[in-house]
């Protein structure tokens, strides 16, 4: 079983549709709610045959019945600009691996 509040990162090997994915289990210690658990999983590259393709990180959140393209999360928590975005998530603009990463999503 994994800790709660803690981040945890996986990588999956193929034939996963997914090259890797984080998990994080929320919960409030002084609370009886039952634990919300959060991905965020990075689509594998073109081998995976969908209309999903190329390293698109999604996530899968509570209560929500479909996994949601990071960006628009990060829009629904008001980092609108795509700079914003992008210093979040890439911390450094020359990292070009990084960037052809995140690019298709």
């Known amino acids: 079983r994994l800790a709660n509040n803690k981040v945890f990162c996986f990588e999956k090997k193929p034939p996963s549709k997914f090259c890797w994915v984080s998990e994080v289990r929320s919960h409030v210690e002084t609370s009886a ?3 919300s658990t959060m991905y965020v999983q990075m689509y ?6 969908s209309a999903t393709t ?9 209560y929500v019945r479909q996994d949601l393209p990071i ?4 829009r629904a ?11 979040r ?6 990292d ?3 960037m052809d990463k ?4």
């Open 33 to 35: 709610r039952p634990t």
């Open 44 to 49: 594998a590259g073109s081998s995976y045959k």
């Open 54 to 62: 190329g390293n698109q990180i999604r996530a899968v959140i509570p």
């Open 71 to 74: 960006v628009i999360i990060f």
């Open 77 to 87: 928590l008001g980092c609108v600009a795509d700079r914003d975005i992008l210093e």
């Open 89 to 94: 998530i890439c911390y450094q603009f020359d």
């Open 96 to 98: 070009s691996e990084m």
């Open 102 to 105: 995140f690019r298709s999503s």
